[in-house]
């Protein structure tokens, strides 16, 4: 065998042993961080459907969901009863 | 990491197919900019548990912007009032009954005032004649 030989083997070893101690370390890593990331985006799906959740309670709760008008100094209630006062007032 | 995106984006989605009703109409917007009259829009009006509907209100400030509000709503009635379904891109244009999506046009001389119902379906349409007559009902009860 010449020198080369037996460095390039040498060197092949000392790389697949690196790698069978790096490899379990790097393993655990990688699962330590998806499991962080799968814990935040869960808490985040939460607290994001709780939000909807909450949204979608406060719009059951009220008569209306919005009110747009072109002039300052209506209210939205005001608006809200004549939507149901125009309705008893007109003939069907 | 699809999966993470996943979880983040349903909330998301959820939210805006919730929120997308709170918009301004064609219709408001068109009278918005108007001098002469009040416009107001009422997003989910409650008729009953699970109907609601959307309602444009146009207001004419004096006699002056009510004529030319009737004229251009092609209202030729002056008193009581005047009711008709209108068709969704032009609400001054009559449609038959039975035509979806569409105004429920209700003018109020009284109050120089047209209310329009945004009527998608035969549902919506339907709480509206309900609602109509139970509070008619409630009234002359009262």
Same mark, same amino acid.
């Given at each position: 065998m010449t020198f080369e030989s037996i460095w390039e083997q040498e060197e092949r070893q000392g790389?697949?042993?690196?790698l069978r101690q790096d490899y379990? =370390?790097?393993l655990r890593r990688r699962r330590q961080k *998806? *499991? @962080?990331a799968g814990g935040l985006a869960t808490v985040a799906a939460?607290?994001?459907?709780?939000?909807? =959740?909450?949204y979608n309670n406060t719009l059951t709760t009220k008569d209306y969901e919005s009110v747009y008008c072109n002039r300052a100094g209506t209210t939205d209630a005001q608006w809200v009863a004549?939507?149901?006062? @125009?309705? @008893?007032r007109a003939m069907i | 990491? &699809?999966? #993470?995106? #996943? %979880?983040l984006l349903l909330p998301l989605m959820v939210l805006a197919a919730c929120s997308h009703k709170q918009e301004e109409l064609p219709l408001y917007r068109q009278y918005a900019g108007r001098q002469d009259l009040t416009a107001a829009q009422v997003n989910g009006f409650r008729l009953n548990d699970t109907v609601t509907v959307d309602v444009v209100f146009l207001v004419a400030d004096d006699s002056a912007a009510w004529q030319r509000l009737k004229e251009e709503m092609d209202i030729r009635a002056s008193e009581g009032v005047t009711s008709w379904m209108g068709a969704i891109n032009e609400p001054a244009c009559r449609v038959k009954r039975d035509v979806r999506p569409a105004w429920?046009?209700?003018? %109020?001389h009284a109050d120089r005032t047209v209310a329009f119902y945004r009527v998608e379906d035969s549902i919506q349409y339907k709480a509206?004649? /309900?609602?109509? #007559? /139970?509070? &008619?009902m409630t009234n002359t009860t009262l």
């Open positions: 790389l697949q042993r690196r379990p =370390a790097w *998806r *499991r @962080t939460i607290a994001l459907f709780a939000a909807v =959740a909450l004549l939507a149901g006062k @125009t309705l @008893t | 990491m &699809k999966r #993470l995106v #996943l %979880i429920r046009a209700m003018a %109020i509206l004649l /309900d609602y109509q #007559l /139970d509070n &008619k």
